[in-house]
T-cell receptor
Framework: KQEVTQIPAALSVPEGENLVLNCSFT??????LQWFRQDPGKGLTSLLL?????REQTSGRLNASLDKSSGRSTLYIAASQPGDSATYLC???????????FGKGTKLTVNP | DVKVTQSSRYLVKRTGEKVFLECVQD?????MFWYRQDPGLGLRLIYF???????EKGDIPEGYSVSREKKERFSLILESASTNQTSMYLC??????????FGPGTRLTVT
């Protein structure tokens, strides 16, 4: 059974810092991995999707990487801003399954 | 832009009531999902549907049912609401490409 873990549960950084959020998964036979952002009391916004044949995806200041062999994905945020403060979730699904398995998220606070 | 909407942002119901949560997507997506999100437990899949009138149980289907009579609409039904169903309910949809899109969520309180 796939399990997804995100450590740390919370992270606080000063504005302008580059940072990395971590996501690990137990079953390397994943089909894709998706990173989401969630603001308090709101739904999830898709940030980046990495398919199993890809190593990374980039969107603006965000870069997500995928290493299936080690069971890890990272989300790199460059030049962080207070508006980046949110909870970031990663989710993986496996080939042949429609289900996404979610981590519990990392709550990021960027201090001005 | 993909748009997934949910019928209510906040809902307060009494124990024993039948509750309907509706989700509509406007991008002709085949797959639709209902999750609940609770502190410390994360997102858990209740039910999903991969086509009209098709449904499949997720990880926590007990106490819930679903209906998908039209492709764009996926309803979650709480047959007899209980206090342990107080939660944030999130609907999502996707087409054949794997990226899921979420609605804004419904915060349900059962008293």
């Amino acid at each position: 059974k796939q399990e997804v873990t995100q450590i740390p549960a919370a992270l606080s950084v000063p504005e302008g810092e580059n940072l990395v959020l971590n996501c690990s998964f137990t079953d390397s036979a994943i089909y894709n991995l998706q990173w989401f952002r969630q603001d308090p009391g709101k739904g999830l916004t898709s940030l980046l999707l990495i398919q199993s044949s890809q190593r990374e995806q980039t969107s603006g200041r965000l870069n997500a990487s995928l290493d299936k062999s080690s069971g890890r994905s990272t989300l790199y945020i460059a030049a962080s801003q207070p508006g980046d403060s949110a909870t970031y979730l990663c989710a993986a699904n496996q080939g042949g399954s429609e289900k996404l398995v979610f981590g519990k998220g990392t709550k990021l606070t960027v201090n001005p | 832009d993909v748009k997934v909407t949910q019928s209510s942002r906040y809902l307060v119901k009494r124990t024993g009531e039948k509750v309907f949560l509706e989700c509509v997507q406007d991008m002709d997506h085949e797959n639709m999902f209902w999750y609940r999100q609770d502190p410390g437990l994360g997102l858990r899949l209740i039910y999903f549907s991969y086509d009209v009138k098709m449904k499949e149980k997720g990880d926590i289907p007990e106490g819930y049912s679903v209906s998908r009579e039209k492709k764009e609409r996926f309803s979650l039904i709480l047959e007899s609401a209980s206090t342990n169903q107080t939660s944030m309910y999130l609907c999502a949809s996707r087409k054949t490409v794997p990226e899921q899109y979420f609605g804004p969520g419904t915060r349900l309180t059962v008293t």
